[in-house]
């Protein structure tokens, strides 16, 4: 499966499938949580919540793959991502895009 950021896939020719989207509720583990909270005390890059954000960004990533090979895509364009926090320590993480599919 392609992905691409931009908003057309220069140089083919392509149909529109129509809208894509794969997402996931990530949470660390309780412990983890307390260990990062303490971080914030002492500031620096919390290492367990920057793992749980590229773990949820891969398996949103994967699911909206999946779905546009549903559809009988080629690639997906206007891949985006968006996250929001959920609770403490719980994050959504959401991929979306355009399915195509090439023709000639």
């Known amino acids: 499966m392609i992905l ?9 020719t392509y149909e529109v499938l129509g809208i894509v989207k794969g997402s996931t509720v990530q949470t660390v583990n309780a412990v ?4 990062a909270s303490l971080k914030t005390l002492v500031g620096g890059e919390v290492i ?4 749980l954000m ?6 949103a990533t994967k699911r909206m ?3 546009a090979e549903e559809m009988g ?3 997906v364009i ?3 991502y968006s996250s929001a926090s959920i609770m403490q320590g719980a994050a959504e993480v959401m991929a979306y895009g355009t399915a195509i599919v090439f023709t000639a």
Do not use: S
């Open 4 to 12: 691409t950021t931009t908003e057309t896939f220069p140089g083919r």
């Open 32 to 35: 983890r949580d307390i260990g």
């Open 48 to 51: 367990k919540y920057n793992e």
């Open 54 to 59: 590229n773990t949820a960004r891969a398996l």
């Open 65 to 67: 793959c999946e779905e």
């Open 73 to 75: 895509a080629d690639a």
């Open 78 to 80: 206007c891949v985006r």
